[in-house]
């Protein structure tokens, strides 16, 4: 081994090191893959104080995915209505607000990050309403309307506006 080499021992104690840290295993080694300004749009829409979306076209290895961005809290509310109506048309004599309530009330948490305030976690996941799905080839996988939930990871380009 050459002098200025590192020892295997001390990669594999740094890289230890580095991962037993939860913030750095998310923002040094899981945030590398995301594009901090999709990332940074994501936040936007997920912290306006008021409704706010626009049209977004992303690309993923499944396909393509386009729709209207909206907020964490948002597609939380639309998917727990969602939830419920099914619910509803299959016992319509019980009262099922609860299950919309339950998942309203996930979207205004944070994703997971260790305690303590001093971090603020960026989001891990884009939100699509009105969303349709087209393979490679343009073809429709899915058809327009639907709510869609992804990993910002899995993202591998975006660009804004909806393809029609």
């Known amino acids: 081994m050459e002098q200025n080499e590192p020892s295997v021992k001390s990669i594999y104690q740094h890289n230890a090191e580095f991962v037993a840290d939860p913030v750095k295993l998310v923002y040094g080694i899981q ?3 995301v594009d901090s300004h ?8 997920n912290n306006a ?32 209505q969602s939830f419920k109506s099914g619910f509803e ?25 260790p305690e303590g305030d001093e971090y603020e976690c960026p989001p891990q996941f884009v939100h699509l309403d009105g969303a349709s ?18 990993k ?8 804004l506006g909806i393809i029609s």
Not at 38 to 45: A, D, G, I, P, Y
Not at 89 to 113: C, H, M, R, V
């Open 38 to 45: 999709l990332q940074h749009l994501v936040s936007m829409v």
């Open 133 to 150: 799905l087209l393979s490679g080839d343009g073809s429709l996988i899915m058809k327009s309307g639907i709510l869609w939930r992804g």
């Open 49 to 80: 104080e008021t409704d706010f979306s626009f049209g977004i076209t992303l690309f993923t290895s499944a396909g393509v995915v386009t729709g209207n961005l909206i907020s964490r809290k948002k597609y939380f509310e639309k998917f727990g």
């Open 89 to 113: 048309q299959s016992f319509p004599d019980n009262d099922w607000q609860y299950i919309a309530d339950s998942f309203a009330a996930k979207g205004t948490e944070g994703d997971d990050l």
């Open 31 to 33: 945030g590398t893959a």
């Open 152 to 159: 910002l990871q899995a993202v591998t380009g975006f660009t």
